[in-house]
């Protein structure tokens, strides 16, 4: 890399010519490391509001194209004013309150669900040397912050004081409790494959290996990608405010703003999980020597997007779920594979340290054999917990479903 | 580290007081939740990283959910709580359990540890759960899936 501050393929040069000079002006090191804090999560928010802005326009636009309509394309060019707009429309609306909520609680809700959404974006490494704080235990650290959003919804449907809000709320929390037990076992399958929770070590494994995770851990990838529709309230999972069903569940009665905050951090959730299935099976900013000529926080904004793609398409293309198939998906499907996923790769991982067997050798063994294993195990578990296909049902399928018989044709 | 391990300390204590003084069961809940949280600070500053996010994973994540589901499956669970003639000795109780612990811990002459903070805390618990600890470990293993199935057969209707 090249050391001059304003070279922009790597923004860590002005950071550390930053530090030094501090360094030299006889700056103490806890300054230093307030100030290179401070302005790294300066970056950091300014990446998540500029997302949070823009994000509205893709989702919308892309939806349009999937369902074969225009999506926004009359304010301004393309329709790309069409976020500020709606913006403006919600700031100007009158936040409404209603009588029996709880005040403080209901207030507070949309404002905490921000925490964890931003915190994820901390342990990113966005370079090289590009990372705000490089925990040890990166992985479990999001996980972590992923499970406390129920709280906050919890919070919002609870002080609503409304039947579809806390039938809302009570959905999301049973959903992300399940949800999140085959999202775990899934990432459990990297952490063993790489060695380490450290998200900038799991990408330093993927360049140390020359390879993307993904090659390796196909099936934990899909269960993850699908663990974490769930987890987003995104549409083939969101029964959390399925409108046909509960209006808007948990946000029922927020208006103005404090729904605007609502929207905007399913936004930026869903970035965040881009950004971590992006790191952890894309290889983050490392993308077989290309980050040598293009900047690697570029590069890994390109892959975000790219995953936000995946999620915008599901979104455009998939039916809602009904909550038990919604839960009987994660409980025999998801579960069951996941386990066989973190079993496999126990087993591989073993058979590589303790025969001490050349990784080029190895590794695209293991890869050939995850990849066909996740295909047979896929088929196998839908074969095994799926009803068979009829093409010719006798009787409609609701019927059969709730077990009611059927009513005696009527006597001719 | 001084600052922050006597914001941390009031943060978390001050909550564990309101759950106590607030009458709203769920806003109990969501005090002890903000408890947790300062507990798991208080991790932070001893430099013991996994334990600070297992603690918001287990306690702020699912124990916290196991309680508010507690609380919304028990009747009349949004009537407020009414004082009743065991605060009296419950205080009493309390202050005699508190002060034991604050004697004990202020008469123990504490070692402090010659070695730095460990680098990677998960690899060293890691490492201690499966080979000193791999007994304990097991056994809690296979009571937990005594106690999931356990939980199964209750509930199964047939």
Not at chain 1, 259 to 282: H, K, Q, R
């Given at each position: 890399?090249?050391?001059?501050?304003?070279?922009?393929?790597?923004?860590?040069?002005?950071?550390?010519?930053?530090?030094?000079?501090?360094?030299?002006?006889?700056?103490?090191?806890?300054?230093?490391?307030?100030?290179?804090?401070?302005?790294?999560?300066?970056?950091?928010?300014?990446?998540?509001?500029?997302?949070?802005?823009?994000?509205?326009?893709?989702?919308?636009?892309?939806?349009?194209?999937?369902?074969?309509?225009?999506?926004?394309?009359?304010?301004?060019?393309?329709?790309?004013?069409?976020?500020?707009?709606?913006?403006?429309?919600?700031?100007?609306?009158?936040?409404?309150?209603?009588?029996?909520?709880?005040?403080?609680?209901?207030?507070?809700?949309?404002?905490?669900?921000?925490?964890?959404?931003?915190?994820?974006?901390?342990?990113?490494?966005?370079?090289?040397?590009?990372?705000?704080?490089?925990?040890?235990?990166?992985?479990?650290?999001?996980?972590?912050?992923?499970?406390?959003?129920?709280?906050?919804?919890?919070?919002?449907?609870?002080?609503?004081?409304?039947?579809?809000?806390?039938?809302?709320?009570?959905?999301?929390?049973?959903?992300?409790?399940?949800?999140?037990?085959?999202?775990?076992?899934?990432?459990?399958?990297?952490?063993?494959?790489?060695?380490?929770?450290?998200?900038?070590?799991?990408?330093?494994?993927?360049?140390?290996?020359?390879?993307?995770?993904?090659?390796?851990?196909?099936?934990?990838?899909?269960?993850?990608?699908?663990?974490?529709?769930?987890?987003?309230?995104?549409?083939?999972?969101?029964?959390?405010?399925?409108?046909?069903?509960?209006?808007?569940?948990?946000?029922?009665?927020?208006?103005?703003?404090?729904?605007?905050?609502?929207?905007?951090?399913?936004?930026?959730?869903?970035?965040?999980?881009?950004?971590?299935?992006?790191?952890?099976?894309?290889?983050?900013?490392?993308?077989?020597?290309?980050?040598?000529?293009?900047?690697?926080?570029?590069?890994?904004?390109?892959?975000?997007?790219?995953?936000?793609?995946?999620?915008?398409?599901?979104?455009?293309?998939?039916?809602?779920?009904?909550?038990?198939?919604?839960?009987?998906?994660?409980?025999?499907f998801l579960l069951p594979l996941a386990i066989v996923n973190a079993l496999l790769v126990a087993v591989e991982v073993f058979v590589w340290t303790e025969y001490d067997l050349n990784a080029g050798v190895v590794l695209p063994i293991f890869g050939v054999v995850n990849f066909a294993l996740a295909g047979v195990l896929i088929v196998a578990f839908g074969r095994m917990i799926g009803a068979a296909y009829e093409r010719y049902p006798k009787q409609p399928m609701m019927y059969r479903d709730i077990d009611v018989p059927l009513p005696e044709p009527a006597p001719a | 580290m001084v600052i922050a391990f006597w914001t941390l300390a009031a943060l978390t204590l001050g909550a564990a007081a309101m759950i106590i003084v607030v009458r709203n069961l769920l806003h109990a809940v969501l005090f002890l939740i903000l408890s947790f949280i300062g507990v798991a600070g208080l991790y932070i500053t001893l430099s013991a990283d996994f334990v600070a996010v297992a603690q918001i994973l287990i306690y702020a994540g699912a124990i916290a959910v196991l309680m508010i589901f507690a609380v919304m499956l028990t009747p009349r669970s949004s009537r407020n709580n009414a004082g009743n003639f065991l605060q009296l000795p419950a205080l009493v109780l309390s202050g005699l359990i508190a002060a034991g612990a604050a004697i004990v811990a202020y008469e123990t002459e504490w070692r402090e540890a010659d070695r730095g903070s460990f680098d990677t805390t998960a690899a060293q618990i890691g490492d201690a759960l499966l080979s000193p600890f791999v007994l304990p470990f097991e056994i809690a293993s296979v009571l937990l899936v005594a106690a999931m199935i356990g939980a199964i057969v209750l509930v199964r209707e047939d």
């Open positions: 890399m090249l050391s001059n501050w304003y070279d922009f393929r790597d923004l860590g040069n002005p950071v550390s010519r930053l530090i030094e000079g501090l360094e030299d002006a006889g700056v103490s090191d806890g300054w230093i490391y307030v100030i290179t804090g401070l302005l790294g999560a300066i970056g950091i928010l300014t990446f998540i509001g500029i997302a949070a802005v823009i994000n509205i326009w893709i989702e919308r636009r892309v939806i349009g194209r999937v369902q074969i309509r225009r999506g926004p394309n009359r304010v301004g060019p393309f329709g790309l004013l069409q976020p500020i707009a709606d913006a403006i429309k919600l700031i100007q609306k009158e936040a409404l309150q209603p009588k029996v909520a709880d005040g403080f609680v209901f207030t507070l809700a949309p404002i905490v669900i921000f925490v964890p959404a931003i915190l994820a974006f901390a342990v990113l490494p966005w370079g090289e040397q590009m990372v705000l704080a490089d925990l040890n235990v990166g992985v479990l650290f999001i996980l972590a912050l992923g499970s406390t959003t129920t709280i906050m919804i919890f919070m919002a449907g609870y002080a609503s004081n409304n039947k579809y809000a806390l039938l809302g709320s009570m959905r999301v929390i049973a959903m992300l409790i399940s949800y999140e037990l085959p999202g775990v076992l899934a990432l459990l399958g990297v952490v063993l494959f790489a060695g380490t929770m450290s998200l900038s070590g799991i990408v330093g494994f993927q360049d140390f290996y020359w390879s993307w995770l993904i090659f390796f851990q196909p099936l934990a990838l899909l269960i993850f990608l699908l663990g974490s529709t769930a987890e987003l309230n995104r549409t083939p999972a969101d029964i959390a405010e399925a409108e046909s069903e509960i209006v808007a569940g948990f946000h029922i009665e927020y208006s103005g703003m404090k729904f605007g905050l609502f929207y905007a951090v399913e936004l930026v959730n869903a970035i965040a999980v881009s950004a971590v299935i992006a790191t952890l099976f894309l290889g983050g900013w490392w993308t077989f020597g290309l980050e040598n000529v293009i900047p690697g926080w570029i590069l890994f904004i390109g892959k975000i997007y790219a995953v936000y793609f995946i999620f915008i398409w599901f979104r455009g293309t998939l039916p809602r779920f009904r909550i038990d198939q919604l839960m009987a998906f994660a409980w025999k | -």
